[in-house]
């Protein structure tokens, strides 16, 4: 039985690193996404100005782009 317990305690610490690793490893996935968006955003911000249109209208198109995706 004591055996068993060890077993059971070993394996219960080891699930909980694992939950923890994947925690910690699902939130900088999703800051790593959100700052390629803000990148991409401000990418295409830039080069829609450069093409003489206004802030308001490059960040409506931009808007709507994203809300396809």
Not at 51 to 56: A, F
Request: hydrophobic share 50%.
């Amino acid at each position: 039985m004591n055996k068993l317990k060890d077993f059971l305690h070993i394996l219960s610490k080891y699930l909980l690193y694992f939950i923890i690793a994947t925690v910690i490893f699902v939130i900088v996935v999703v800051i790593a996404l959100q700052m390629f968006s803000l990148y991409e955003e401000k990418k295409f911000i830039n080069n829609c100005l450069a093409e003489v249109y206004s802030q308001n209208h490059c960040q409506n198109i931009w808007n709507e782009v994203d809300a396809l995706n």
